[in-house]
């Protein structure tokens, strides 16, 4: 996801400012021919088969290094295709993993080893062609919780929630009015610094897509948009911190955080979901 607001001076150059200089320079959305949406189509399938792929992999004692390496030579051996995140804004690691309070962000390291009863989000974007796919799930590391599945399945039911606000003429506030109703009666809580974006051959372009908002407001959506929706929910308190690394985002409070992402590519009638798995088709 991108960063909004407390992150801006991480994102200094370049298509991905906040709110405020994106309105002054006007909005730069992109409207993808049918020849790029078939592109998109390419990369977000890619996307998607990584995570079928490294499913079985994340299980106890596994290190999210090596669910890192997996994905990489997966990504670069077998699928010829280009792991969005190394070396993107100078992240070092070609997927992200996000373990328990770990919100977004997290990166791989041989350091950290899965124990059951953790739950991890592994966020994979390849590019292919020049085109990205973007998407991400939540894994449960052997037996969670019954708080831990609940946070991930209602996470996971307000991406889709989302999504199907998704049609030509709709405002992008409908699906962050969507997804915030949905949510926070749940006593769950929806992370604000960081949103959905714009993709094509850009990781991130514009618009951002806030995962909470007013029905009605914000950019009306048409044909030919491609963006992500990708909500992050935390069990405890909404306020997040960055660590020292410049990347790792946690909850304030340490409270467990789940985060679901696919890509989506507006249509003439709706949406298609450009990033589904191969048990969603
Ligand atoms: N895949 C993330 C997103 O959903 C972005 C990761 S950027 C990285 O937008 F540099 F951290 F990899
Ligand atoms: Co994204
Ligand atoms: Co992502």
Same mark, same amino acid.
């Given at each position: !996801?991108?960063?909004?607001?407390?992150?801006?001076?991480?994102?200094?150059?370049?298509?991905?400012?906040?709110?405020?200089? +994106?309105?002054?320079?006007?909005?730069?959305?992109?409207?993808?021919?049918?020849?790029?949406?078939?592109?998109?189509?390419?990369? @977000? %399938?890619?996307?998607?088969?990584?995570?079928? !792929?490294?499913?079985?992999?994340?299980?106890?004692?596994?290190? *999210?290094?090596?669910?890192?390496?997996?994905? #990489?030579?997966?990504?670069?051996?077998? /699928?010829?295709? &280009?792991?969005?995140?190394?070396?993107?804004? @100078?992240?070092?690691? +070609?997927?992200? $993993?996000?373990?328990?309070?770990? &919100?977004?962000?997290?990166?791989?390291?041989?350091?950290?080893?899965?124990? /059951?009863?953790?739950?991890?989000?592994?966020?994979?974007?390849?590019?292919?062609?020049?085109?990205?796919?973007?998407? +991400?799930? !939540?894994?449960?590391? @052997?037996?969670?919780?019954?708080?831990?599945?609940?946070?991930?399945?209602? *996470? #996971?039911?307000?991406?889709?929630?989302?999504?199907?606000?998704? %049609?030509?003429?709709? #405002?992008?506030?409908?699906? @962050?009015?969507?997804?915030? $109703?949905?949510?926070?009666?749940?006593?769950?809580?929806?992370?604000?610094?960081?949103?959905?974006?714009?993709?094509?051959?850009?990781?991130?372009?514009?618009?951002?897509?806030?995962?909470?908002?007013?029905?009605?407001?914000?950019?009306?959506?048409?044909?030919?948009?491609?963006?992500?929706?990708?909500?992050?929910?935390?069990?405890?308190?909404?306020?997040? %911190?960055?660590?020292?690394?410049?990347?790792?985002?946690? $909850?304030?409070?340490?409270?467990?955080?789940?985060?679901?992402? #696919? *890509?989506?590519?507006?249509?003439?009638?709706?949406?298609?979901?450009? $990033?589904?798995?191969?048990?969603?088709?």
């Amino acid at each position: !996801m991108r960063g909004l607001l407390q992150s801006l001076p991480r994102w200094p150059s370049s298509q991905s400012e906040g709110p405020a200089s +994106s309105a002054m320079r006007g909005s730069q959305v992109t409207i993808k021919t049918p020849a790029q949406q078939e592109q998109m189509r390419t990369a @977000g %399938r890619l996307a998607a088969e990584v995570l079928d !792929m490294i499913g079985p992999y994340v299980v106890p004692g596994v290190t *999210t290094d090596e669910l890192n390496a997996r994905c #990489h030579d997966y990504i670069v051996s077998v /699928q010829k295709a &280009v792991p969005a995140p190394l070396n993107y804004r @100078g992240f070092p690691k +070609s997927i992200c $993993t996000s373990v328990n309070h770990v &919100v977004c962000h997290g990166i791989p390291s041989p350091d950290k080893r899965l124990k /059951q009863g953790d739950i991890v989000n592994v966020d994979v974007t390849v590019i292919k062609d020049g085109w990205h796919g973007d998407t +991400s799930r !939540m894994y449960a590391v @052997g037996k969670i919780a019954p708080a831990a599945q609940r946070l991930i399945d209602i *996470t #996971h039911e307000a991406m889709w929630i989302g999504i199907r606000q998704i %049609r030509p003429g709709a #405002h992008l506030g409908d699906l @962050g009015a969507a997804i915030q $109703t949905f949510v926070e009666p749940q006593h769950l809580s929806i992370v604000r610094e960081y949103c959905g974006h714009g993709i094509g051959q850009i990781f991130h372009e514009d618009p951002q897509v806030l995962h909470y908002g007013e029905r009605g407001q914000g950019l009306q959506l048409m044909p030919g948009m491609t963006f992500t929706v990708e909500p992050m929910v935390n069990a405890g308190k909404r306020h997040v %911190r960055l660590l020292p690394d410049g990347w790792t985002v946690i $909850t304030k409070d340490h409270s467990l955080s789940a985060q679901w992402e #696919h *890509t989506v590519l507006v249509t003439d009638t709706g949406y298609e979901v450009l $990033t589904l798995g191969a048990a969603e088709r």
